[in-house]
């Protein structure tokens, strides 16, 4: 919009007539960040990792401004155990930002695939017998699975789904299916930019297993019961 073109603008105004300076003041917020919330970074946060994605040349391999904000990314990526729905929409944020920041060098982030591979595994509505090994895997510390598919059609998530809310438990199934579908929209965008790596195979088979999971007879099973058991209690009431 007129906004977000104004403000770019103006950090390119500022960028090009004050670059040390520009890239001081984004170190600093990055330095707050790394000190104080490393673990719990807030939506003004994602807005600044964001606008130094479109700022700054994220593919030098190192930048004083972009090298920072991809190691705190992946710090979070790598070192977070979500304690709420809200920790897994702030990791597909920032997964999103951290494919985006390596779609021209293609430099392979592994704390990529393995918060996806774990944000899956605790939304399936049924969990995995057996998880591949291959990745650190969190047991989930809430519940978290996504019992039913929501009765209307899946929506975006927002920066407002980083932040903790009071949700309706139709708006919580509704935000577990969108947590659901965009970390396997992420899935196939981060196989887009990695496949031409030569371990490819061998680092995206555990997401194939996971996937394959999610469209088990299982899950199948799990979501059918959830509905038929829903239907009873609504026509006993």
């Not at 919009?1 to 520009?22: A, R």
């Not at 939304?123 to 019992?147: G, I, Q, T, W």
């Not at 932040?163 to 139709?170: A, H, I, N």
């Amino acid at each position: 919009d007129s906004t977000g073109d104004w403000s770019s603008d103006v950090c390119s105004s500022d960028l090009k007539t004050y670059p040390i300076g520009t890239a001081n003041a984004f170190r600093r917020h990055l330095g707050e960040l790394h000190e104080t919330r490393a673990l719990a970074p807030t939506r003004g946060d994602l807005v600044l990792l964001t606008a130094i994605s479109t700022i700054f040349p994220t593919s030098d391999h190192f930048h004083q401004a972009v090298t920072p904000a991809m190691l705190s990314i992946g710090r979070f990526l790598g070192q977070k155990i979500p304690q709420s729905l809200a920790d897994y929409a702030t990791g597909l944020y920032l997964a999103t930002l951290a494919i985006q920041y390596q779609s021209f060098s293609k430099r392979y982030v592994p704390e990529v695939g393995a918060f996806l591979l774990n944000t899956l595994c605790a939304l399936a509505p049924a969990k995995m017998a057996k998880v591949p090994a291959n990745f650190p895997y969190h047991e989930p510390k809430f519940d978290s699975r996504l019992d039913a598919l929501p009765e209307v059609k899946s929506r975006m998530l927002t920066l407002m789904d980083c932040s903790s809310q009071d949700l309706s438990p139709q708006e919580e199934t509704q935000l577990k299916a969108a947590l659901l579908e965009t970390s396997i929209k992420l899935f196939d965008a981060a196989a887009d930019v990695w496949t031409e790596k030569s371990g490819f195979p061998e680092t995206f088979s555990p997401a194939l297993k996971v996937l394959k999971h999610l469209g088990s007879k299982a899950c199948r099973e799990h979501r059918s019961e959830e509905r038929r058991v829903g239907k009873e209690c609504m026509e006993s009431v």
